[in-house]
């Protein structure tokens, strides 16, 4: 795993969010301090910082941040104003949802300290968003190690997107059973998808396992059909940023048309998911809202001339919506779904709830 860029950090010392700048990667590695809501909510908005862990780490961090200089006296008061400012960094996108599952986290949190003193509701507020960072790194190596178990060494993988260590606390979701094959010696033949329009396989995946030595090729979105069809490619590992009660998983634009692609060619395709992005009180698929973006991101971004004619219409979601039934399984830090998932996602939180109790 790459150790030398830690994308989301607090400096309590300093009072700030500590962030590496994702839309600067590969040509530069610059970190950013974020020391009041509004940095906070820009940076998960322009994606400065991404990836569902990640954005679910910033936003605690930056609630914490956000009221650890209040000046309130009583609960009441101090209580406004925390849910003054979670409400704001909750509207900064809304397909993630790590966003508003760590956010209420930090709510709940707050409310279980709501009779000691403001100072200490202060510390406890650091103390959990601190843990959610620590239990996302170790949930992260969980999946790996869950995932690692469903392959053998010298199989070719094929990703979208990035769900590598940039987009959590570390190890990554889909990339974790990648880094910890790297360190046992298992020679993955990894094909990281470009991720049109945005560049996330390109920019960051690519420069993610290339610094860790992993045997990866860069390819186009559109050239994974030729790619599976090669029989270069022995499974799809995927991360999510949220994933329904019944399975319908909401990931990067073109990730369910590399889940059809690999139904049919008769490769598994697998979702990595912490359970912090399984949404049990959605549905489905169709009840998940999909963030569009600007058009510019089409037709200008990353480009040194506009490359689409002037006034051209232009739509942008930035995810869409694998279906269940292309899903040979969902893996997470409590095990491994398969389906039907309504059944299975269930059971995955009676295991987790458990756990939590015996801890």
């Known amino acids: 795993m790459p150790k030398q860029i830690e994308p989301v950090a ?14 600067l990667i590969p040509n530069e590695t610059r970190y950013l301090r974020l020391t009041t809501p509004e940095e906070t909510w820009e940076a998960i908005r322009s994606l400065r910082v ?17 009221v650890k200089g209040s000046e309130a ?50 510390e406890a507020l650091r103390a959990e968003a601190e843990a959610i960072r620590e239990e996302d790194a170790r949930a992260n190596r969980t999946i790996g190690e869950y995932s690692l178990s469903l392959l053998k060494p010298g199989m070719g993988i094929l990703t979208h997107c990035n769900a590598g260590a940039l987009a959590t606390a570390a190890y990554g979701t889909a990339l974790a059973p990648i880094y910890l094959g790297q360190e046992r010696g298992y020679n993955f033949r990894v094909f990281a998808d470009e991720t049109r329009p ?54 990067k634009i073109g990730t369910s048309g590399v889940a ?8 598994p ?15 489905t698929g169709a009840d998940i809202v999909i963030e ?24 942008n979601p930035a995810f869409d919506v694998t279906d269940a039934d292309l899903i040979t399984a969902i893996i997470t830090e409590y ?19 458990e756990a939590e109790r015996r801890a």
């Open 10 to 23: 607090l400096d309590d010392a300093g009072s700030a969010l500590v962030i590496v700048d994702q839309t």
């Open 50 to 66: 991404r990836g569902a862990p990640a954005i679910g780490i910033a936003a605690a961090m930056g609630l914490y941040l956000g």
């Open 292 to 315: 569009e973006r600007r058009p510019e991101e089409v037709t200008e971004q990353w480009y040194a001339k506009r490359m689409a004619p002037e006034g051209v219409k232009v739509y």
């Open 269 to 283: 395709f697998y979702v990595c998911a912490p359970t912090s992005t399984i949404d049990l009180r959605c549905p």
């Open 335 to 353: 095990g491994i779904a398969r389906p039907p998932y309504t059944e299975s996602l269930k059971e995955l939180f009676r295991r987790k709830e």
């Open 73 to 122: 006296a009583d609960f009441e008061d101090f209580y406004h104003e925390f849910r003054q400012v979670k409400a704001y960094l909750a509207s900064a996108r809304p397909t993630a949802v790590n966003l508003f599952w760590a956010l209420d986290r930090m709510e709940a949190c707050l409310l279980r300290h709501r009779d000691r003193p403001i100072p200490e509701i202060k």
């Open 198 to 251: 945005l560049l996330q396989g390109a920019r960051l995946t690519a420069y993610e396992l290339m610094q860790a030595g992993v045997d990866v090729t860069l390819i186009c979105d559109n050239m994974a059909s030729a790619v599976m069809k090669n029989g270069w490619v022995d499974a799809v590992f995927v991360g999510c940023d949220r994933v329904a009660a019944n399975g319908d998983t909401a990931n």
């Open 260 to 267: 059809i692609l690999a139904r049919h060619y008769g490769i």
